[in-house]
């Protein structure tokens, strides 16, 4: 019985990692991933959910931002960035997020810590705004 439970957590586990790595331009919500996994035919605890994104989280695959209106958090794989060395853009309309990783924070960086003092923490910070393509859909 205990080999069972292993493998249907096995299965799940990789089923939110597969949706997660397919929706990376994306964050993703808690409801999102229950959707999706019903949609599979999966039902899960909605606190194993967190606990395993927890994990990606503290493993670096996957960042945790709270939403613009503070009141959820979502997640986006990430494995392959390296998030903690620059901002994010999030598009207001279609939820894509853009990583700004280019010369341009480090001369950002420096400005802010040479004249206000202040270190920017770019890990979970996001600059909202609209992407190119929805830009052109308005």
Avoid: P, W
């Amino acid at each position: 019985m205990i080999m069972k439970k292993r493998e249907y957590r096995t299965k799940n586990r990789t089923l939110i990692l597969e949706y997660l790595k397919a929706e990376k331009e994306h964050t993703i919500s808690i409801a999102d991933i229950d959707a999706y996994l019903k949609q599979k035919g999966e039902t899960i605890n909605i606190s194993t959910i967190y606990r395993f994104l927890d994990k990606l989280v503290a493993e670096g695959k996957v960042m945790k931002y709270q939403q613009e209106d503070g009141k959820k958090a979502v997640f986006q794989y990430v494995e392959e960035h390296q998030c903690q060395n620059h901002l994010h853009m999030q598009c207001v309309k279609c939820g894509r997020m853009i990583h700004l990783n280019c010369g341009f924070m480090d001369e950002i960086s420096d400005h802010m810590l040479e004249h206000h003092h202040f270190r920017l923490q770019c890990q979970n910070s996001i600059l909202y705004g609209m992407c190119e393509t929805c830009e052109k859909e308005d």
